[in-house]
């Protein structure tokens, strides 16, 4: 792994949910109980406490915020120690969409370089994300593949494998380090309006794919090549049960038992978090009237809990703003539901203010 996404990677696993992660809740359904192909390592844990024990608030508080590339400078990733930086769509390096690969590398080696320069005890390299979910889509001559609703009607898994491997090359050589990839929604109203970005209606298909898109995006665990420099960090998404709304409503209520949530919508997960994801993405669903991402019986007593999974959670696009009593701003919720690092576009440096504020009035515990 190479040294500036290790780093990254290790203190964003653990340097953030405030409370501590509670027991499963006794009443969910039996969960599957994946076994990443990274086995903990007592060295690193010891070399990530000592990163986190030597954070202030305010450092600890920025690393969990991810910004807009819009909205965020290479100044302020050092004066507010961000975590991760992002671009949506429609957003490129001096707003030039014809922007080169050398333009990309440019930014992120300016962004890197800030982060590099703050004032932190043991230096914490950004990370930046992009949704490069069938090619590098954002970037200017990279290879562009097909949507996911048509590789899962080739049926391959290493076809799937390949197309990840060579995504990852042409993300890695654009100084970007993570993907928001791969979605492994199982859509099953084809009304949504998000269809296209699920693999099949069919667990058994989307299963089948998520470990094999993993390897080839990460490299595979335990592998002189995993997160090399040819590789990206995953992202798992969307977090739970986005292709299970009612009626096909984008971002609506998915109503369905625990136990079909479970055996339809998590059925890619077990594979992926088995392959040693690194993240995984809340989604911007209810469940029975929840937002995920305030949801803290999915994503503290499930996917942390009985799943084990030991990676990190982010957001949504200020998916935290569609919690009950939050804002785009303001939404201590999100992280006692177990969100890590809220994905706050335009509205970072509220989010970091607010939250800042939170933990000093006592409000939002400190772990």
Not at 55 to 84: F, H, N, W
Not at 146 to 155: D, K, T
């Amino acid at each position: 792994m190479n040294k500036k996404l290790h780093l990254s990677v290790l203190a964003l696993a653990v340097a953030f949910a405030f409370p501590a992660t509670a027991a499963p809740t006794a009443a969910l359904t039996d969960w599957p109980a994946p076994k990443s192909a990274i086995a903990k390592d007592a060295k690193l844990e010891a070399r990530v406490a000592e990163i986190v024990g030597k954070m202030t608030l305010a450092q600890k508080i920025g690393q969990m915020t991810q910004a807009e590339i819009k909205t965020a400078t290479p100044d302020d990733v050092k004066r507010y120690y961000l975590g991760s930086v992002l671009n949506g769509g429609g957003s490129w390096p001096n707003n030039n969409k014809h922007a080169t690969a050398a333009d990309w590398l440019a930014l992120a080696n300016a962004y890197y370089d800030a982060s590099m320069a703050t004032d932190m005890a043991i230096k914490v390299p950004v990370i930046w994300g992009i949704d490069a979910v069938h090619g590098n889509n954002n970037v200017v001559g990279a290879t562009i593949y097909p949507h996911n609703i048509g590789l899962g009607a080739a049926r391959n898994p290493e076809l799937l494998r390949e197309i990840a491997r060579i995504t990852a090359a042409e993300t890695r050589v654009t100084g970007m380090e993570w993907t928001f990839a791969p979605t492994v929604a199982v859509p099953q109203d084809d009304r949504w309006g998000r269809t296209y970005e699920g693999y099949s209606e069919d667990p058994a298909l989307v299963a089948s794919y998520a470990g094999a898109f993993v390897e080839g995006l990460q490299g595979k665990a335990g592998a002189a090549d995993f997160l090399d420099d040819h590789h990206v960090m995953t992202t798992v998404k969307h977090f739970l049960g986005d292709g299970g709304t009612g009626n096909g409503k984008d971002q609506g209520n998915t109503t369905v038992s625990e136990a079909e949530l479970r055996d339809i919508h998590a059925a890619g997960y077990l594979p992926a978090i088995n392959a040693g994801a690194q993240s995984v993405m809340a989604s911007f669903n209810s469940f029975h009237g929840e937002k995920m991402h305030g949801h803290k019986p999915l994503l503290t007593d499930v996917l942390k809990g009985r799943m084990g999974f030991g990676g990190f959670v982010v957001g949504d696009w200020n998916g935290h703003g569609q919690i009950k009593g939050c804002s785009n701003t303001d939404c201590a919720k999100t992280y006692v539901a177990g969100l890590d690092m809220a994905m706050a576009p335009d509205s970072w440096k509220g989010m970091y203010e607010s939250t800042l504020a939170h933990v000093k009035d006592g409000s939002l515990p400190e772990a």
